[in-house]
């Protein structure tokens, strides 16, 4: 008998699959069988349910946190309020989410930092709804209006919350809340910006919404009253001391470690459900996380606590923006919704394309930008170096923007 | 809200599915049996996270469901006989043979997996077919990583000897 290779033996082996029909049928059926048995659950992925920023865990999808619905359910009579909770601007839901779901987690909103929280959880729904409909492109102008208004709205809502914890004196909350403001804007402003290069035919309509959130970010009046306080918050509750103290560094190296712990996690259970870009875009934003905390506790042991505040804030929202950017990039990869059922056969061959297979226009426009994208991150982590500190808040919202709006841009250490 | 569910599902069946056919196939010998469990396993995976379970590896999840629905089969259905083996396990207009010569390789490779122990064939498949380390089989076939590791060294071993394969 031949000898023959285990190479040979594997390769003749995985010759075996599915036709390509085979498949398709397959797929259909579990397609008829997903609609038919739509998800029992009653904590879907984006339904944002208040709690305190600092101790987002995997609890959220416990069902332990089921009551929450149960108290939506029973307030406006159940399906109902659950079936809004998916709906866009343009449907009939939407006016039961916006005004009865959004009132109800209010309501349910107990403390300062939870509302300030929840205002930026919806002032991102806000910008998410936004992009999904740009993708499907639905996004029309009278829609997109509303959309801005609603987000500058929830956006300045949050700014005023922040500025109202600083009052206060509930620094840890307010960072924590700033942190999650920050990477909010980031990470949709990218978003936003990316749709505008791929879809050009709705370019105009993203910009219009991406200054909107740039704004927001740059706001000088509200946004320096707060980096103020927060500062003021970083030197300790005591007006006495002019610096931030070790336990205040501290404590702020253990809200950082604990995000960058969740995110990590998030990332090792939802990678293998995303396509290599996003997961890349992510790992490479934890990257940056990483950098700035490392770079922080070098800050510590030399006792800059100020700066080791400063960088440790960076390491929090840069893995809150990893997180943010997965989560909203994977949800809009495949845009199911029920009345344009067809559409889920098209978004799949534009996934295909995505990943490589194909080669249409798409391919072309996404590939170098996704090459130049890790390219200028891994500039910015050189520039990081030379310049031996990580600019923050409004600035880093400036960079991001800029590498993606001028690909031609060179970032000089 | 459940966009997310349906999307990760339908993600994980394009880049599995084929995956867990041949799996299937080559412990059931039969392509529509095969088939048909292969619907099984994502059947039973939508039912699963769609009661909003996490699931932490997508890939082992679907393997061990695979693993278990495979060994359900098998004791329901007697040993398949070499000669049913030959005029119903290969369809003849199987697309993914280019030639005969290929065919009876494979004739022969299946033959040899036959006579395997069932045990060592299984770690077999997973590790080269499947190209799962000794932890990811673990995971599906729900033993020991130890179990598999000395599992796997010995079903090795029993290949080269009834192959004759240069590993």
């Not at chain 1, 023959?4 to 003749?12: C, E, M, N, R």
């Not at chain 1, 601007?89 to 300062?112: C, M, W």
């Not at chain 2, 000669?83 to 040899?112: C, N, Q, W, Y």
Request: charged content about 30%.
């Amino acid at each position: 008998m031949e000898k023959f290779s285990l190479k040979q033996l594997v390769s003749v082996l995985q010759k075996i699959s599915l036709f390509p029909e085979e498949k398709r049928v397959m797929r259909e059926r579990l397609l008829l069988h997903i609609r038919n048995n739509p998800v029992r659950s009653n904590t879907p992925q984006r339904l944002h349910i208040a709690k305190p920023a600092f101790f987002f865990t995997r609890l959220t999808n416990n069902l332990q946190f089921m009551p929450i619905i149960l108290i939506l359910a029973l307030l406006v009579g159940g399906s109902v309020s659950y079936a809004a909770e998916g709906s866009l601007p343009g449907e009939a839901l939407y006016a039961v989410k916006t005004n009865i779901n959004e009132s109800v987690r209010t309501i349910v909103a107990f403390s300062d930092e939870a509302r300030a929280s929840l205002e930026v959880s919806l002032a991102s729904e806000r910008l998410e709804e936004a992009e999904e409909l740009a993708v499907t492109g639905k996004l029309d102008a009278e829609t997109r209006a509303k959309v801005e208004k609603n987000f500058e709205t929830h956006a300045r809502g949050a700014r005023e919350r922040l500025t109202k914890l600083g009052e206060e004196k509930k620094f840890d909350a307010a960072m924590n809340v700033e942190t999650k403001l920050d990477a909010t804007l980031l990470v949709h402003e990218e978003i936003l910006t990316d749709l505008g290069i791929e879809k050009k035919e709705i370019k105009d309509s993203v910009e219009s919404i991406v200054v909107k959130v740039r704004a927001v970010s740059t706001n000088t009046g509200g946004e320096k009253a707060t980096k103020t306080t927060l500062s003021m918050g970083a030197r300790g509750d005591t007006s006495t001391s002019t610096h931030a103290n070790v336990s205040s560094a501290e404590g702020r190296m253990g809200a950082a470690e604990n995000k960058m712990e969740e995110v990590r996690k998030y990332l090792a259970s939802r990678r293998d459900t995303v396509s290599a870009e996003i997961a890349a875009m992510a790992d490479a934003k934890m990257k940056l996380a990483e950098h700035a905390f490392a770079e922080a506790k070098v800050k510590m042991e030399a006792r800059s606590y100020d700066m080791a505040v400063t960088l440790f804030q960076s390491a929090m929202r840069l893995a809150e923006a990893a997180k943010l950017s997965l989560k909203v990039r994977s949800g809009l990869q495949i845009n199911l919704h029920p009345q344009t059922g067809n559409t889920v056969f098209t978004t799949d061959e534009e996934i295909k394309e995505k990943k490589g297979t194909g080669s249409e226009d798409n391919k072309d426009d996404e590939k170098p930008q996704d090459k130049k994208e890790s390219q200028e991150e891994g500039d910015i982590r050189g520039s990081l170096d030379a310049d031996g500190e990580i600019k923050t808040g409004n600035t880093d919202v400036g960079v991001g923007a800029e590498i993606k709006t001028n690909l031609k841009l060179q970032i000089n250490p | 809200m459940h966009t997310e569910f349906e999307a990760q599902y339908l993600e994980a069946y394009e880049k599995y599915a084929d995956a867990i056919f041949r799996h299937c196939f080559f412990r059931l010998m039969d392509r529509d049996r095969a088939r048909d469990l292969t619907q099984d396993v994502f059947l039973r995976t939508w039912e699963y996270i769609g009661k909003g379970t996490k699931v932490e590896n997508m890939k082992a999840f679907l393997y061990r469901v695979a693993n278990n629905l495979i060994v359900d089969s098998v004791r329901k259905k007697t040993a398949v006989s070499l000669d049913f083996l030959h005029e119903h396990g290969f369809d003849p207009s199987d697309k993914s043979h280019h030639a005969t010569g290929i065919r009876s390789e494979m004739h022969e490779v299946l033959r040899h997996l036959e006579s395997i122990d069932v045990q060592y064939r299984d770690v077999v498949l997973l590790r080269f077919v499947d190209g799962m380390g000794p932890k990811e089989i673990a995971e599906v076939l729900e033993e020991s990583e130890n179990t598999v590791s000395v599992r796997l060294n010995r079903a090795i071993k029993k290949i080269q000897e009834v192959m004759r394969i240069d590993m």
